[in-house]
Every structure is written in structure tokens, then in C-alpha cells.
């Protein structure tokens, strides 16, 4: 049996800034679902942070409020396994500052790798990826809602990871489906 290994990874579910359906820049709405499979994705696959990025106080308080129940409230004592897949959830207000935390963790300042339903000849293969994650250097595995990803946060990224691409054209995943899709395919056995 092959040993497996725990990449320095972390994720970050990006609310802001991402495209609408019109292509206009927008922060998207958190979802209860989106926390909770995400969560309990990067507990399995020993991802070291979840990041859930908005700058809308509204929405900051909502993840809040989720996270509390399931960690320390009533959900905790419900279902303790859900609690330590949440404990995994941090807030903050922008890319910039979960990279300042992951380097503040004492992890150094992570190569960020963005996803995207669209193929762009900067991709980079699942492989060469899983080739990456063997090293020491600490790696941030972007998500975007809504429509995606801004392209102002694609250009700034170090690499952009190939799209995931079923057997027709159709090709509108859920987030969270994408980020159990990616994990695996990356950390899976």
C-alpha cells in the first residue's frame, strides 16, 4: 500500500470579488451547505485551513453564527464530528489577509493556485500539482462562487489548476462538489 502523505494545503472559499453571470464584479451570498461540505471535504483529505472570504459584515456574522452552533453550541453536542470539520472554518476579509495568516501560522506566505470551470493555457495539470503539494512550500487552493473567480484574482495567482470536465458539454458544478472532485483527485488515495 502506498503511504500517503498531507500536503501544506489550505482552501479558501472566495465570495469576493467574484463575477456574476453578467461578467460584473460582486460579492456573493455564504451558504449554509457550502460551509458544511467544505468543511467536512478538507477534514477528510487533512486540508490545514478552510478560509471563507467576504467583506460584507452581514455575511461574516452568518458563518459566524454557523460555526458557533456546530463547534461550541448545541450541534456540537449533536454531532461532534461535524464540530471538527467547522473548527477547520476561518473568516476574513480578503485574499491578502488569509495569506498573511497562513504565513503568521508559521507556514510561510502560500503559492496560490485558483480554480475555474474555463480551460486557459496557464493551466496546470492535477498532476504536476499533486507533484507540487510533495514539497514544503504551503499551498492556497482558490474557490470562487457565484460565476467564478475575478479575473483580477486569476492573473495574480501562481498557477491555475485544469478544470474539471465531465462527459458533456454541460459543465455547472456546485462549489462544493468541485472542491470534494479536486481534493480527491489531489490527496485521494
Not at 41 to 67: E, M, N
Not at 97 to 119: C, L, M, Q
Not at 129 to 149: H, N, P, Q, V
Amino acid at each position: 500500500m502506498k503511504k500517503s502523505f498531507t500536503p501544506n494545503l489550505h482552501v479558501v472559499l472566495t465570495h469576493y470579488p467574484v463575477m456574476n453571470k453578467n461578467g460584473d464584479t460582486i460579492a456573493s451570498a455564504i451558504t449554509n451547505l457550502d460551509l458544511h461540505d467544505i468543511a467536512r471535504a478538507a477534514k477528510t483529505y487533512g486540508v490545514k485551513s478552510f478560509y471563507v472570504v467576504t467583506p460584507l459584515l452581514d455575511q461574516k456574522k452568518l458563518v459566524h453564527k454557523i460555526v458557533t452552533h456546530w463547534a461550541t453550541g448545541a450541534g456540537a453536542q449533536y454531532n461532534p464530528m461535524r464540530c471538527e470539520a467547522l473548527e477547520l472554518i476561518k473568516i476574513n476579509d480578503s485574499l491578502d489577509e488569509v495569506r498573511d495568516d497562513i504565513a503568521n501560522e508559521g507556514f510561510g506566505y502560500p503559492k496560490t493556485v485558483v480554480t475555474s470551470a474555463k480551460k486557459n493555457s496557464r493551466n496546470i495539470y492535477f498532476n504536476k500539482f499533486r507533484k507540487l503539494l510533495k514539497g514544503d512550500s504551503a499551498y492556497l487552493l482558490i474557490f470562487g462562487t457565484a460565476w467564478g473567480l475575478s479575473e483580477e484574482i486569476i492573473q495574480k495567482a501562481d498557477y491555475l489548476l485544469e478544470p474539471i470536465e465531465g462527459k458533456t458539454g454541460y459543465n455547472h458544478l456546485s462549489v462544493r462538489s468541485v472542491v470534494a472532485i479536486i481534493l480527491d483527485r489531489l490527496i485521494g488515495r
